[in-house]
């Protein structure tokens, strides 16, 4: 008869194995790393290039950008003169802690102060999976609705972060912001909620004194 043995071990799986090489790895170079993720189309990429070119001088930003197919985003961060790393994830709906692992190898560290991954486009897979960030940050525009919280909590559970992008179409929505910030905060009562509109530059201060402050965090 077959005996089970319980080691009372936990075997890592591969992902969270290079989450925690990717942790260290930049805690010990003091970099500040976050892990964007949204829908498609809800302006990450825009945010990216306007928060790279707003901050040019004070912070300075690279970036590893994760798509089914193309370069096109690395494209967009590389022209607002930051350096891009693209990974194609070739059908996979999410990044892999191993896939950052080799894009920050690609990636000129030493000269940088924050890595952001944008991360394949969709509110639920990416959620699930560590890269070895310091914090999540989702984005969820106005155009999508504000029963997004409540629809895909488990993204609005982790996140450090929520940028509410697009607010330049607030008054011609039936969009209610105060829905979206109560429904955010029962799940997650520490969120920091900031609404913007990376078009017309609307709200875009708050959330860079949030990224200088968490910069300033990573270097004590
Ligand atoms: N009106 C408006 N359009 C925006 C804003 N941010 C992004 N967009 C547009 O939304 C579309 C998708 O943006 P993109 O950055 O590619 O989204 P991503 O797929 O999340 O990276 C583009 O046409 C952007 O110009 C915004 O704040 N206001
Ligand atoms: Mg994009």
Redesign the pocket.
Known sequence: MEKQVHIGKKILSANEEYAAINAKYLADNEKLCLNMI????????????RTITDLRGQISIGVIEGDIKTEL?AE?IRAAQAPAVQIETQGSCHLSAPQVHSALRQLPVDDLDIIII?NV?NLVCPSAFELGENAKVV?L??PEGDDKPAKYPGIFSKAKVLLV?????LAISGFDIEKVKSDARSLNKDIEIFP?????GEGMSLWYEWLKSSTAKCKQ
């Open positions: 949204s829908s498609p189309g809800s302006g990450k990429t825009t945010i990216l290039a985003d967009r944008e486009g984005v525009s106005v992008n697009k607010i330049d179409y913007i509109s990376a078009v017309t």
